[in-house]
Each structure stands twice: as structure tokens, then as C-alpha cells.
Nanobody, 121 residues
Framework: QVQLVESGGGLVQAGGSLRLSCAAS????????MGWFRQAPGKEREFVAA????????YYADSVKGRFTISRDNVKNTVYLQMNSLKPEDTAVYYC??????????????WGQGTQVSVSS
């Protein structure tokens, strides 16, 4: 079992930045693809970014490419999502995930509780 706890969410103005962290416990994350998803009110959960086991490969949704950066520290058992140039449409609950990978929720077995990100215009 892997327990995931997100932090770093909050309210920011458009154009601002936030850095989300995801601290894992229970097992090392080194054997998992780690990802971030988000869900806005009334919308389905959508893929944001993912990173391979060693961090050598990263994947992004087109809507965040060039603005968001995913990274991981397997020693600290932590994953990060640096979000720059935030837009009001980035407002959502952001979830950290661990699993076998892909752009669909079914590829991830473990989920955090989520952290709210709100971007004002």
C-alpha cells in the first residue's frame, strides 16, 4: 500500500505560480509511475502530468505543456508539480497518483485526497 498526501494548493492570481508536493509513505515510490490529475466542478477527472520511475521521461496534457513541470525525488519519496503562468481554467482539485502509468485514471492504483488550486482572474 502507498499513502499519498498532497500539499501546496491555494489561491493565486492569474499568471502566478504554485508548487504542489506529494509525500508518499508505506512503500517506496521508486517502482511506480507517478502522476497528477485534476478535477474541476462538474467535470471529469483529467490527466495533467506523469513521470517515469527514474524521472527520465515526463508526459503532459496539452493544456499545461510548457507551463507545468513534474519532478520526483525517490530518496525523499516525494513528487512535485511546479505550476507557472496559472490560468483561471487551471482551477481544480489536484490529485497525486501512483501506478503503472498512462493518461487514464485506471492506470493508477493509489490516490491522494487532493489539494485545491484556485486561480483568480
Amino acid at each position: 500500500q502507498v499513502q499519498l498526501v498532497e500539499s501546496g494548493g491555494g489561491l493565486v492570481q492569474a499568471g502566478g505560480s504554485l508548487r504542489l508536493s506529494c509525500a508518499a509513505s508505506g512503500r517506496t515510490i521508486s517502482s511506480y509511475v507517478m502522476g497528477w490529475f485534476r478535477q474541476a466542478p462538474g467535470k471529469e477527472r483529467e490527466f495533467v502530468a506523469a513521470i517515469s520511475w527514474t524521472g527520465g521521461m515526463t508526459y503532459y496534457a496539452d493544456s499545461v505543456k510548457g507551463r507545468f513541470t513534474i519532478s520526483r525525488d525517490n530518496v525523499k519519496n516525494t513528487v512535485y508539480l511546479q505550476m507557472n503562468s496559472l490560468k483561471p481554467e487551471d482551477t481544480a482539485v489536484y490529485y497525486c497518483t501512483a501506478g503503472t502509468g498512462g493518461r487514464l485514471p485506471k492506470g493508477y492504483a493509489y490516490w491522494g485526497q487532493g489539494t485545491q488550486v484556485s486561480v483568480s482572474s
